[in-house]
Each structure stands twice: as structure tokens, then as C-alpha cells.
Antibody
Framework: QVQLVQSGSELKKPGASVKVSCKASGYTFTSYAMNWVRQAPGQGLEWMGWINTNTGNPTYAQGFTGRFVFSLDTSVSTAYLQISSLKAEDTAVYYC?????????WGQGTLVTVSS | QSVLTQPPSVSAAPGQKVTISCSGSSSNIGNNYVSWYQQLPGTAPKLLIYDNNKRPSGIPDRFSGSKSGTSATLGITGLQTGDEADYYCGTWDSSLSAYWVFGGGTKLTVL
């Protein structure tokens, strides 16, 4: 069965970096795009962008350029989200979600807390 | 402020029916498929409806979707307490370059 398993919660200080992983199983990794979605505490879902798992080409939504980087390691069917120069407002749950149009499978989410 | 507009909350009694609206424009709902997601408290979102009105395997037929023009609607019949969740609509928007948009979410309370 399709599964997306994300790395565990992170507590970081402002200015630090974090790398969240999303390991896929149960399907051919390169057959579907991978998206990243942010959910700040008590807020709705916000699409961050997606990465083409065939070419590795990322597309970032407005507001997620510069400090956010999507990457892949297709040898282990894993997508990564790296956030640099962390700010308090980056505190959120980050989800990966597979898409072939809509978002049919989601990771369990990774809570990133940024606090001094 | 989301590009797609949903009511912040809806409520109904167990066994009743409820609808959740999602209003957009010609650059998003008007020309693209709509999907709906259910987020139970403390869990990841789950795909409920795709391509406007299709249900993934395992989703009961109590859940339905429809689209007309630049609006979409999620319907839930035979409400159960376990349906209490946040519901989000989503679709692609092609106004400048293709990007995905979610509605602001609707909190369903089953009284």
C-alpha cells in the first residue's frame, strides 16, 4: 500500500536550518509529483510548491522562494524539504503529499518549532 | 485571505445532511477539477473527493461532490459524530502560472 513516512518533530533556534524527509513506498516514486504543504498552528492548509520526481525540477509557490528548497534522492524514494534562516513564523506542521492531479496520499506531517 | 472561499463553520445534528460551499473564479474552479480533503483533529488531511465528484476507494457514498460554474459543493448525508473535522476544497489556479490553491477550510460540528 502507498505510504509516505515523514521524519520526526524538530525544535530549532531562529536562524538555524532544518531538513524534513518524506520516504515513499508502495508505488513507483518517479511516477507522481511530490508536493509540500504547510499548516501553521490553528490555521489552514497552504501549498508550498512541488517537485518533479522525474527531473528534480522544483516549483515554489509565492512566499516560499529563497529560504525553501525541495530536493530528492530517488535511490531511496525520498523527498526533502529544507528551510534555512528559520524564523518564529516558520513554526508549523509540514506535510508532503503525492499528486497526479489532486493530492491522493499524504505524509503524517512533521512539526517544526522555531523558538529561542 | 484564500483564493477559494469557504464558510468558516457549519453544523448539523447526527443523521442530518450538510453542504459546504467553495467559491472561486474562472482561473481556478471554473476551468479545473476540484478536490475535497477531510482533516480529522490532530491528523493529516485525507482525500475525500477528486475530479469534482469522484470518491476514492474506501470513501462512503455519504460523501458527494458537485461543481457548477465557479463554485463547488461538498455534501455529507447521514452525519456521524466521527465526521467532525475540518474540510478543505482545492484546485489548480492558472491565473499567472499554474499553482495549487486551498480554500480556507470549514469546521464541521456535529451537534
Amino acid at each position: 500500500q502507498v505510504q509516505l513516512v515523514q521524519s520526526g518533530s524538530e525544535l530549532k533556534k531562529p536562524g538555524a536550518s532544518v531538513k524534513v524527509s518524506c520516504k515513499a513506498s508502495g508505488y513507483t516514486f518517479t511516477s507522481y509529483a511530490m508536493n509540500w504543504v504547510r499548516q501553521a498552528p490553528g490555521q489552514g492548509l497552504e501549498w508550498m510548491g512541488w517537485i518533479n520526481t522525474n527531473t528534480g525540477n522544483p516549483t515554489y509557490a509565492q512566499g516560499f522562494t529563497g529560504r525553501f528548497v525541495f530536493s530528492l534522492d530517488t535511490s531511496v524514494s525520498t523527498a526533502y524539504l529544507q528551510i534555512s534562516s528559520l524564523k518564529a513564523e516558520d513554526t508549523a506542521v509540514y506535510y508532503c503529499a503525492r499528486s497526479g492531479g489532486d493530492f491522493d496520499y499524504w505524509g503524517q506531517g512533521t512539526l517544526v518549532t522555531v523558538s529561542s | 485571505q484564500s483564493v477559494l472561499t469557504q464558510p468558516p463553520s457549519v453544523s448539523a445534528a447526527p443523521g442530518q445532511k450538510v453542504t459546504i460551499s467553495c467559491s472561486g473564479s474562472s482561473s481556478n474552479i471554473g476551468n479545473n477539477y476540484v478536490s475535497w480533503y477531510q482533516q480529522l483533529p490532530g491528523t493529516a488531511p485525507k482525500l475525500l473527493i477528486y475530479d469534482n465528484n469522484k470518491r476514492p476507494s474506501g470513501i462512503p457514498d455519504r460523501f458527494s461532490g458537485s461543481k457548477s460554474g465557479t463554485s463547488a459543493t461538498l455534501g455529507i448525508t447521514g452525519l456521524q459524530t466521527g465526521d467532525e473535522a475540518d474540510y478543505y476544497c482545492g484546485t489548480w489556479d492558472s491565473s499567472l502560472s499554474a499553482y495549487w490553491v486551498f480554500g480556507g477550510g470549514t469546521k464541521l460540528t456535529v451537534l
